[in-house]
Every structure is written in structure tokens, then in C-alpha cells.
């Protein structure tokens, strides 16, 4: 199970913070990403953090040096920090985690699931 919380409403330029954290999964051995999905669109992958790497390996281009993935494996949790945010990032955000080698940047190949946050970004 994942569960998620942060989130929330924020100006334009303004910063927040995400986290999901897992129970009942061997954490340590999970790929772990981050996604959205706005409203009439598919979901899309934001960023991913590997079971075997030390840092998120893949960032989607329009959240590069903006977003950072984040992971605590003594927590079971990753965290996405959102800054210099814009209208355009408003959508429901979903953490997602899947076995594997490595963590495939696929959404349809993550299995487990968080609930769901909302960030509305207003201008």
C-alpha cells in the first residue's frame, strides 16, 4: 500500500512537497516514481528513483531543476520537492512503485499505487 500526503493549492512560484510512503512492501526493493495526470490527459511520468540507485535516475524535461525525487529507505518513503511551480503543473499526483531491476520510465508497468493529491497552481 502507498499513501500519500502534501499537496494542496499554491501560487505560481511558489514550492511544495510531496510524500509517499509504503507499508507492506519490502521498500528497499521497490522502483518508486513519481506521476500526474491532468485533467482530460494520461498520465505521465514525472520521475523515477531506482531500488539500486543513489539518486532519481529520469526527470520529465518541463520538471528538470525544478522537482526533486527524493528517498528515505529507512522511512519507506520518497518525497517529490515542487518549486518555482506553474499553472501548467496543476494535476492529481500519484507516487507508484514497481519490482524490477531498474525502474522502467513505462507508467503502465508500475503496479502499486497511491491514492492520489491534488496541486492546483493558481496564476
Known amino acids: 500500500q502507498l499513501v500519500q500526503s502534501g499537496g494542496g493549492l499554491v501560487q505560481a512560484g511558489g514550492s511544495l512537497r510531496l510524500s509517499c510512503t509504503a507499508s507492506?512492501?519490502?521498500?528497499?526493493?521497490?522502483?518508486m516514481g513519481w506521476f500526474r495526470q491532468a485533467p482530460g490527459k494520461e498520465r505521465v511520468m514525472l520521475a523515477t528513483?531506482?531500488?539500486?540507485?543513489?539518486?532519481?535516475?529520469y526527470y520529465l524535461d518541463s520538471v528538470k531543476d525544478r522537482f526533486i525525487m527524493s528517498r528515505d529507505n529507512a522511512k519507506n518513503t520518497v518525497t517529490l520537492e515542487m518549486n518555482s511551480l506553474k499553472p501548467e503543473d496543476t494535476a492529481v499526483y500519484y507516487c507508484?512503485?514497481?519490482?524490477?531491476?531498474?525502474?522502467?520510465?513505462?507508467?503502465?508497468?508500475?503496479?502499486?499505487w497511491g491514492q492520489g493529491t491534488q496541486v492546483t497552481v493558481s496564476s
Open positions: 528513483f531506482g531500488w539500486r540507485t543513489a539518486g532519481a535516475t
Open positions: 507492506g512492501l519490502p521498500f528497499s526493493r521497490l522502483n
Open positions: 507508484g512503485a514497481v519490482f524490477g531491476s531498474n525502474a522502467p520510465i513505462d507508467v503502465d508497468e508500475y503496479g502499486y
